[in-house]
């Protein structure tokens, strides 16, 4: 068998200067909701033989992880949905072991989180995302049309128990949750969780439209600031959010403002999709296809050059916009095909 690593690969640095060690990875674009600002209630889902295998999927982070990856995480639609997808996890933990990796998380929607919390915290997995945009059992409901409150919050539990450190995820939704806003903080900071509130993006399709659904987080903030005192935060977890404390709680608040304030400057990120589909920008269409290398060859070289090549391609910014005269989407694909 051919030796799978037969040059030491060159670290990732874009045209920007900017230094790429931050790997999203979408394990499936399959989901056991269906919310209502990132997919369609009638999604059609890839052919499950279209996906990349867990192995290739363990294959291809690693060979990131070789060229200077040091944060991965595992995303979707829900990553838990995917069938036996702890061993993904399990066999992934190894570069925390070594040290190549510092982190190994997941962004999830916590209706599986329950079953899974111990599990991911035997792996090494130290901090996880969850999506949670009401507290209201109704109103959850209708945002994410099929899902149970009760299992995501009996999933945080399990997961904070477990020792992992939550942090809560929550889209500013006009006329729908933004009356509960000081409510979710007030609750997440209670149970010593951080939250980061995130404007909508314009990613597929859908309905209701996007103007219906945008609350600009420069509203939220200054409203949060007519109640509480906010000190700037330096704190950074190598996303996009921008963190402020709130005096009161003692807590962190994040602001995620892909539309009112473009953050790219600082971007470190790239993203995989479930087929092996590198995006190196979550609002640009310039794709790569590193299924074909992977599968071409034992060795990993093949790999190496493309994913080199489609770095070199990583633009300045994203141009998102919610075109108020057609409504059109910036980019087509929903939100759960590139990964959350």
């Not at 919310?35 to 363990?58: G, R």
């Not at 300045?316 to 087509?332: A, C, E, L, M």
Request: proline share 4%.
């Amino acid at each position: 068998m051919l030796n799978r690593v037969t040059v030491k690969p060159a670290p990732m640095i874009d045209p920007f200067g900017r230094t790429i060690d931050y790997l999203r990875v979408s394990v499936t674009d399959r989901c056991d909701f269906r919310c209502v600002y990132c997919m369609a209630e009638n999604m059609t889902f890839l052919p499950k033989k279209d996906l990349l295998s867990l192995e290739e999927l363990d294959r291809l982070c690693s060979a990131f992880i070789a060229k200077g990856t040091r944060k991965l995480r595992l995303t979707g639609g829900e990553p838990l949905v995917r069938k036996e997808v702890m061993t993904l996890f399990r066999s992934l933990s190894r570069h925390l072991d070594s040290g190549a990796l510092d982190e190994l998380t997941l962004t999830t929607n916590g209706s599986q989180l329950k079953r899974h919390a111990a599990d991911l915290a035997a792996c090494g997995v130290r901090r996880i995302n969850v999506s949670l945009d009401t507290l209201d059992a109704d109103k959850f409901r209708t945002i994410t049309r099929w899902g149970n409150l009760q299992d995501v919050l009996d999933g945080i539990d399990a997961a904070l128990a477990a020792g992992i450190h939550v942090k809560i995820n929550a889209v500013a939704l006009k006329g729908v949750n933004e009356a509960e806003i000081e409510d979710l903080i007030i609750w997440a900071h209670g149970k010593g969780m951080d939250i980061s509130f995130i404007e909508v993006m314009p990613l597929g399709d859908i309905e209701p439209l996007r103007l219906d659904q945008y609350l600009p987080l420069s509203v939220v903030r200054a409203r949060l600031m007519d109640r509480w005192t906010l000190q700037e935060s330096s704190y950074r977890t190598g996303g996009p959010a921008r963190y402020v404390t709130v005096s009161e709680t003692g807590g962190r608040v994040g602001f995620i403002t892909p539309m009112t304030h473009n953050f790219c400057e600082s971007c470190n990120r790239v993203r995989i999709t479930c087929t092996g589909t590198l995006y190196m920008c979550l609002g640009q269409d310039d794709a790569a296809d590193l299924r074909a290398p992977l599968r071409a060859s034992e060795a990993d070289d093949l790999l190496y050059s493309a994913i080199d090549q489609a770095i070199s391609r990583k633009p300045k910014g994203h141009d998102f916009v919610i075109d108020r005269r057609t409504n059109r989407p910036s980019v087509t694909r929903h939100m759960s095909t590139t990964g959350g």
